[in-house]
C-alpha cells in the first residue's frame, strides 16, 4: 500500500492529527431484479456482503465510478442509472466514517464476479445465513423495503 493508498483509505494523511477524519468517499449501485438486490462479497472480507461499487479514480463524477466499479467488478454496465440516495455510515471494514452515492440501476447483461471478489448473491435482506454491511442493513434496505422493491 503506497502512502497515498493510506491517505485515501484512512480519509487523511496518516502522518497528520487534523481532528477530523474525511470520510471514505464511495459510489454503490442498488440493482434489484424479481424483487432480490444483488451483493457481493470481497476475498479481503469474504464473510461480509456490500453493495457493488468502490471508490472513484481521480477526479471521476460518481457515474463515472459507478460504470468503471460495474464494469472491473461484474462485467456489466448500468442503464438508465437514477439517485436512490445518499448514505453516511461507518465503512464496515475500514471502521471510518463513509459517504455512500448509490444509483439505482438495470445492469446489461447477468454478472459474473471478477477475481476480487468472493461471490455474489442476489437477496431479499431476510436471510438469516449472510453478514450485509451496515449501511445497507440500516440505511439501502429498509429504504428499498419501503419503495416495495424487494420481496416480502
Same mark, same amino acid.
Given at each position: 500500500m503506497t502512502h497515498?493508498?493510506?491517505i485515501d *483509505? *484512512?480519509?487523511?494523511d496518516p502522518g497528520l492529527d487534523t481532528g477530523a477524519t474525511r470520510p471514505l468517499v464511495v459510489v454503490a449501485a442498488a440493482v434489484v431484479q424479481a424483487e432480490r438486490l444483488l451483493v457481493v462479497s470481497k476475498k479481503a472480507a469474504p464473510e461480509i456482503f456490500?453493495?457493488?461499487?468502490?471508490?472513484?479514480?481521480?477526479?471521476?463524477?460518481?457515474?463515472?465510478?459507478?460504470? /468503471?466499479?460495474?464494469?472491473?467488478e461484474l462485467g456489466v454496465r448500468p442503464l438508465t442509472p437514477r439517485l436512490l440516495t *445518499?448514505?453516511?455510515a461507518t465503512a464496515?471494514?475500514?471502521g471510518v466514517p463513509m459517504r455512500m452515492?448509490?444509483?439505482?440501476?438495470?445492469?446489461?447483461?447477468?454478472p459474473s464476479p471478477a477475481s476480487e471478489l468472493a461471490d455474489l448473491r442476489w437477496i431479499t435482506g431476510y436471510e438469516h445465513d449472510i453478514r450485509l454491511a451496515p449501511a445497507l442493513t440500516d440505511h439501502v434496505l429498509p429504504m428499498? /423495503? /419501503?419503495r416495495g422493491a424487494l420481496a416480502s
Open positions: 497515498e493508498d493510506e *483509505a *484512512a480519509g487523511g456490500y453493495l457493488p461499487g468502490g471508490k472513484p479514480d481521480g477526479d471521476e463524477e460518481p457515474l463515472q465510478t459507478l460504470t /468503471r466499479e460495474l464494469d472491473e *445518499a448514505v453516511e464496515a471494514l475500514e452515492t448509490v444509483f439505482e440501476t438495470e445492469i446489461d447483461q447477468l428499498l /423495503r /419501503r
